[in-house]
């Protein structure tokens, strides 16, 4: 297929990942600096603003980090706090239903693993672009050999 796009390729959700680190920037700032101006607080009081904020953007950055990398090998599914490795082999279907909050990739042991870099919240014809790059690449990196290589190497000679 000539349409499916160079390896390695990344598939994030890109919007919801702007809007997930503008909004940890800015809640860090906004209680920082709230912190730093209100005059009856002691430092151990600021200082606790400060680790609460940090918390909370912390919170934010993990649920920006989401992504799908595909390279030649396999894929590398980043979930919030999980990372999982696999073969193209392992791979069944891709999976993005209407209704569904993201991607599910069906695997060969019989589980399903969700694929939270390719969701349909803000950028709903995104996702389902994603979703069918990954399935079309899926599809051509695991379609079974057109031509299989002989068992025997000693059949050729006469």
């Excluded at 209680?31 to 940090?54: C, D």
Aim: proline fraction near 8%; glycine fraction near 6%.
């Amino acid at each position: 297929m000539s349409d499916l796009p160079a390896l390695p390729v990344t598939f994030r959700p890109a919007r919801t990942r702007a809007v997930l680190l503008t909004a940890a920037v800015a809640l860090f700032v906004v209680i920082t600096t709230v912190a730093m101006l209100l005059e009856q607080l002691s430092p151990g009081e600021r200082v606790s603003f400060v680790l609460t904020a940090a918390l909370l953007a912390g919170v934010l950055l993990l649920l920006a980090r989401p992504k799908v990398v595909a390279d030649d090998s396999g894929v590398t599914v980043v979930n919030i706090v999980g990372r999982r490795r696999l073969h193209w082999a392992e791979i069944l279907r891709v999976n993005l239903r209407p209704g569904d909050p993201w991607v599910f990739l069906d695997l060969s042991d019989g589980t399903s693993l969700p694929v939270l870099g390719i969701q349909p919240g803000i950028a709903r014809q995104h996702a389902v672009r994603d979703a069918r790059t990954l399935r079309a690449l899926v599809d051509a990196r695991c379609a079974p050999d057109p031509e299989p290589t002989r068992s025997n190497p000693d059949e050729d000679q006469d």
